[in-house]
């Protein structure tokens, strides 16, 4: 009866202890915020040969640099080029990889791949033109998900909420020419290390929700200053003035940070929805492990 009551005992004891947070330990492109890591810049997809294991291995764990990608032979897709209509989408995403997120293998490649990959890495533009479902198969390749809102609230906490932007090291919301470099923006930098989570490009999360009829903002309705505009938690339609704002009852994946476009109405709190299938030059994403 005694060894009986010890072994329960002891069998409690290890069922009760906690996985310590600190325990978690993240690759170089992320940085941990709770027990997440997050991806410190804003995506770029790559198109990468999966033959080329090498490459794509080091994407994986998070070590791979710009001058491994060129040099390996990657190229970048859709990276945004608002400022230049003619390049922008491209170069597009191959036909194997659907903005419906149904991509097909590159013949031979195994583990199967469609070879388009998400890199956060600093000194590229982010890439653009690509859907919440392309976004969310390109993360996963890369051994990565998109984050959810919660974590993506959490991520930005401490990033400058725009009024201004000097063009130079505040965030990107000056309404004119384009996404700049990742981490180029000095000081639009969350408490956490994460680069551009306000303005430069939209950036896709993982939770869907119904849109609004109308933008509203939260200066106005909870006194938390800014003018961050919120788009969504209506009765089943669209933002209005959005993309798809005659669309009624189609779900929507939520949209944070705003944009280059937006000015003050970016922010920590901004948030809208997009039809998952949508993409344009000014949305992007972000990956976390």
Known sequence: MKTAGKLLVL??????????????KCPPDSVKVGNVCIDLYEASAWQIAPSNTALVSKVQAGTVTLADLTGGGATQ??????????????????????SDGNWTPVQGSSPPSPGVYAVSIPGVRPSTCISWFQANQACLLSGKRLLTNREWQGAAAGTPDPGTDNGTSDCNISDVGDAVNTGSRSNCKSSWGVFDMVGNVDEWVADWADGAVN????????????????CF????????GSETSNTLSIPGALIRGGDFEDGTHAG????????????????GFRCAR
Do not use: E, K, M
């Not at 069998?11 to 978690?24: M, Q, R």
């Not at 897709?77 to 659907?98: E, K, V």
């Open 11 to 24: 069998t409690l004891a290890v069922v009760a202890t906690p996985v310590l947070a600190g325990t978690l």
């Open 77 to 98: 897709l859709s990276p945004s080029h608002a400022d230049s209509p003619l390049l922008t989408c491209s170069p597009p995403y191959p036909a194997n990889f659907p």
């Open 215 to 230: 933008c509203t903002d939260w200066t106005s309705q909870t006194g938390i200053a800014g003018g961050d505009l919120s």
């Open 233 to 240: 938690g209506g009765p089943g339609t669209t933002g209005n």
């Open 268 to 283: 920590v709190f901004a948030v809208s929805v997009g039809i998952p299938r949508v993409s344009n030059y000014i949305i």
